[in-house]
């Protein structure tokens, strides 16, 4: 059976353990997006405090429209970058809510395409955390092959939310991705692993990834 990069990254014993243990934790923050936590902890001896940005979990959804060979790019602006930026659906997980249902209402209410919660395919295992150092979001990532023609249904946007959307060729995906004008680090790794896909070598078996880290760990230690 072939593994996903998860998989062979979690049986692969390839670096000296750290050994950690949580002190304690107090939140200095609330807004009503996120809280700032601050936490202590024992990391092999040394007490390490950091102030980390506590999220609510998001989807980013990759949609590729069979039929046309065209995928769903988004526009909007970004208050973290302070500008119109590109990127794929995404969204906000509701408490208690499935991330694969989240997946579909996010997808639906940005861009009206309608699609079966049972087509979500999940891309990475344990999701994507974009920056580890201080926030502990989690994106959860799919993509859906939407065959037989595209459904559609109206747009709900919340307040104060201005996206534009349309169906674009991969090619423009990977050009925007390369130029530097896609930026949101999640939408590049979906974007990254479609690209693996569409070569025809995803997933990346275990064997492959260890063989390359092993080899990576030996050039280190002949230098």
């Not at 674009?168 to 991705?177: I, N, W, Y």
Request: net charge negative; proline share 3%.
């Amino acid at each position: 059976m072939t593994a996903s990069i998860n998989d062979s990254m979690q049986t692969a014993d390839v670096l000296p353990s750290v050994r950690t243990q949580m002190m304690g934790r107090e939140t200095v923050w609330s807004g009503p997006a996120f809280e700032v936590e601050h936490r202590a902890a024992a990391v092999d001896g040394k007490i390490v405090g950091r102030d980390v940005v506590k999220h609510a979990p998001v989807v980013c959804i990759l949609a590729h429209d069979v039929q046309t060979d065209k995928y769903m790019l988004e526009r909007e602006y970004r208050a973290g970058a302070d500008s119109v930026c590109y990127g794929l659906p995404a969204g906000f997980i509701d408490d208690g809510e499935d991330a694969a249902v989240a997946a579909v209402r996010e997808l639906h209410e940005e861009t009206g395409v309608i699609v079966d919660v049972s087509a979500m395919e999940p891309v990475f295992k344990n999701g994507l955390m974009s920056s580890q150092g201080f926030t502990d979001e989690t994106a959860w990532c799919y993509r859906v092959d939407i065959r037989g023609g595209v459904k559609m249904g109206d747009v709900s946007f919340d307040g104060d939310e201005v996206v534009r959307s349309g169906w674009v060729p991969f090619r423009t995906l990977d050009q925007l991705l390369s130029r530097g004008d896609l930026t949101s680090a999640v939408s590049a790794a979906l974007i990254l692993s479609e690209k693996i896909r569409r070569a025809g070598v995803w997933p990346v078996t275990v064997t492959t990834v260890a063989d390359e880290i092993t080899a990576h760990a030996d050039d280190q230690t002949s230098d």
